[in-house]
């Protein structure tokens, strides 16, 4: 079909209603509905974004409450009565609340009830951000803005990242220059970083070709290569697996396989330049801070820019191509489309992926599960390093954790302490690289059940959304299950699950999937017995009780953040009365908790109140007992009041819950 012909085509099938019967109000209302729905997105993406990426508790829990507010304010304007529900809602919303209440339900028995509770908490953020995509993606127009907002929301932040790198000395935000190599701003972590490139990716490949705006069409088409050379410079071996993945299912599942493909290779030709003058470019490639950084940067940037021209030109024959209609490209396009050639070419990759496995697979698991995990020197050489980074052993230690709890888990947050407990080698860390073997050794068996049932629900609903569609609206379904796919992969092999604003991205794209599977059984059912969807108003009492609980389990936790960090604030300015009554607040809003009386020991420390101090620690480890730092502070209290005995048993057991903390060997002073 010639490209204005699909234009058109795709703007009877998702494109704005305006003008049919409701007269200039209804018009003015649908564009208005379908202006939030593209900007909803961007703003919650980029604001958590921008604001850290939500892996700190303050941000993920006002990103929270944000979200949360966004959710009241569309079931107080009647979103709810106008949704359409269907079991796929039920059983998304069912195994997202329910494992936020497995978490803290964990607090039970868990090492440590204010982790727990932290964790249920996140699980909760997660909820707003799929509900509130839920109840603004209700209609085909708003999904396919909403589904923009989200692609722009990715691009943006990749191209702000770029800019840190090209431009160190003319942009205001940002790192200084210098430090690691790994672009790990504005997300935080360079791996977090690579998925949102990755999947940034996937998503201008598919604006290029369906969204309703020409100018946007040709604008993703341009910022390609600039996304490409920032997943580049992240050096994140994720970041490329979450563009083969997320690209791959889109061009899989897509009608212009073809065509997407094709805008592929140009914007990878248009990267190619700027990529290789980058591995000339050290100061550039290394983040070495320096004059010869900026002018690097402005070099790679003109060859950024001749790449750009460079795409545009190539799509721009792309397009005249299609236009053309040849008969040769017609055999293409129907060789593309075969069932039977997709078949074969699905049956010869997985033939050469098993060969690849058998031919070197050994050497590759001897790399992988090596417990050198020394960097190299020259950071683009992640890309063809096997090592895994210690991942073998942190996953080794998630099952044995789940060997020594297998039902119920160790409590939610708690792999912490069954790392330094069961870890052989020296490396500091709290996650174990996988959402899925975490959640077995916190939460056991259902909890690990949960978590697969609940990603695989959503990816599940995905498909059968994309399948139970067609034209226009099949291409947005394929494109939000390749985004929800490349996250699930990735969480997979890697953390960045408690990154808020990576799991809003999962969330978004899943609630936009949900209503519209939704949409399909109501239209299915309605067809079936003549009888339209009835709409549900209790979804709005229960929005508003959910709201209200998770208000309030996101902003004691707030306080006592805010608490602590003005308790070190005052600390530092010597001001230590006031210090001890923020972190006496802190304790009075969270008695649970472990860290007020931590701030509170230490406090007394600094007084010589060591009494008070070991008191107060004492109490610490009653809410946290697997923690090895405890017992060493408690142990230097007592060490300073006299109390030899007591400190050499404390340290003992400090030792034995961290038998490789190489510190504890040094004795009371070696990890202070």
Known sequence: MPAQQALTEARRQVGPSYGRGGGGSEAWRARLEESAALISPVALILGLTLAGGGFVLNQRHIA???????????????????????RPFYWATGLIAGL??????????SGSIELSVTEADRVLVYLGFFLAAFLIAQTEQRRQRFAEGIGISLIAIA????????????????????GNARLGYPLGYWNANGFAFGAAVAMALWMSRRSLNATLRWLTVATLPAVMLALYLTYSRGGLLALLVACACLIALSHDRLWLLATLAIGAIGALPAVLVTQDKRALADNIAGQAAVDQGLTVLLVLAAGTLLALGLFWLLRRLERSEHETTGRALAWSRNPTVLKAVAAALAVLAIGAA????????????????????????HFNDLSGSGRSEMWRVALDAFGEDPVAGHGAGTYRFSWTELRQIELKLLDAHSLYLEA?????????LLVIGLVGTLLWTGFAAWRAASGPRRELHAVLLAVCLAFAVGAGIDWFWEIAAVGAIFFLAAGALVAARCGQLARARAEADGQPEGRRFGLTVAGLAVAWITALALIGPLLVDREIDASNAAAADGQIESAIDHADTARSIEPWAATPYVQLGLLAESQGDYASAADRLSQAIDREEDNWQLYYLRARVERESGDGAAARADLAEARRLNPEEACLDEGFEGCG
Do not use: H, K, M, N
């Open 64 to 86: 929270g409450l944000a979200v949360w507010g966004v959710v009241v304010v569309l079931l107080a304007l009647g979103a709810a009565g106008r949704a359409t529900l269907g």
């Open 100 to 109: 936020a209440l497995f978490s803290a339900f964990s607090s039970l028995w």
């Open 159 to 178: 191209l702000i990242a770029l800019s840190t790198r090209l431009l160190p000395d003319l942009t205001w935000f940002g790192p200084d220059p210098g």
């Open 358 to 381: 058998i031919a070197v697979g050994g050497r590759a698991w001897d790399q992988f599960s090596s417990p050198d995990v020394q960097f190299t020197s020259y950071p683009e050489s």
């Open 440 to 448: 077995f050794a916190e939460l056991g068996l259902i909890g690990g």
